[in-house]
């Protein structure tokens, strides 16, 4: 298990940036991928990007694909979510997730994920 702690949520124009952050504790971390997901009022959680254990390999829904990047750094147990041109669409709650594996494949699920953060309000304003 890790515990997860999200943060860089915020208000910001459409548009714009943000770079949210996901410090995880534990000695673990290396060995679980790592996910951010979203839920906006009223919709379902939906997956975001994720980044396998090492971060060779990288995942996006196609509705972030070319405007948000997935990083980590496992020598500080955490995992960033860079989020450019955005959109009031992506107004939402970011949960930063996990799962343990060492594979370089990703699911997407997100009820694959079972370690979860508290959660980071962005709000995007037209």
């Known amino acids: 298990q890790v515990q997860l702690v999200e943060s860089g949520g915020g208000l910001v124009q459409a548009g714009g940036s943000l770079r949210l952050s996901c410090a995880a504790s534990?000695?673990?971390?290396?060995?679980?991928?790592m996910g951010w997901l979203r839920q906006a009022p009223g919709k379902e959680r939906e997956f975001v990007a994720a980044?396998?254990?090492?971060?060779?390999?990288?995942s996006y829904a196609d509705s972030v694909k070319g405007r948000f990047t997935i990083s980590r750094d496992n020598a500080k147990n955490t995992v960033y979510l860079q989020m450019d041109s955005l959109k009031p669409e992506d107004t939402a709650v970011y949960y930063c997730?996990?799962?343990?594996?060492?594979?370089?494949?990703?699911?997407?699920?997100?009820?694959?994920?079972?370690?979860w953060g508290q959660g980071t309000q962005v709000t995007v304003s037209s």
């Open positions: 980044v396998n254990w090492n971060g060779g390999s990288t």
């Open positions: 534990g000695r673990t971390f290396s060995s679980y991928t």
């Open positions: 997730a996990a799962y343990s594996s060492t594979s370089r494949y990703i699911v997407n699920r997100p009820s694959q994920y079972n370690n």
